[in-house]
């Protein structure tokens, strides 16, 4: 079993930053994929950031240019540093991983408990 702990939510107006930290229960590199989702009420739940076999990175075109997802294998944490948030980022954030020998997007993935980011205009 993993066990995924988001931090660093909050409140922030709109151009601010925020930085968050999932804290995973085993080696990150140990997953195949891991990053964070994001939903918004009435939507969806969608792909923000993720490393894809420890390497590639993804990013939602949404945030390219304002978020950088980072990863941290001596503490286990996977961080996303939020730049130039727009109120539309305004989203309950999930922390998601997933071993082998899924993928991305599988849906056998883990997931956090999610930590609220409200941005305000």
């Known amino acids: 079993q993993v066990q995924l702990v988001e931090s660093g939510g909050g409140l922030v107006q709109a151009g601010g930053s925020l930085r968050l930290s999932c804290a995973a229960s085993r080696s990150v590199v140990s997953f195949n994929a891991m990053g964070w989702y994001r939903q918004a009420p009435g939507k969806q739940r969608e792909l923000v950031a993720a490393f894809i076999g420890g390497r590639i990175t993804r990013y939602a075109d949404s945030v390219k240019g304002r978020f950088t997802i980072s990863r941290d294998s001596a503490k286990n944490t996977v961080d996303l540093q939020m730049s130039s948030l727009k109120p539309e980022d305004t989203a309950v954030y999930y922390c998601?991983?997933?071993?082998?020998?899924?993928?991305?997007?599988?849906?056998?993935?883990?997931w956090g408990s999610g930590t609220q980011v409200t941005v305000s205009s």
């Open positions: 998601n991983a997933v071993l082998p020998p899924y993928g991305l997007g599988s849906g056998n993935g883990y």
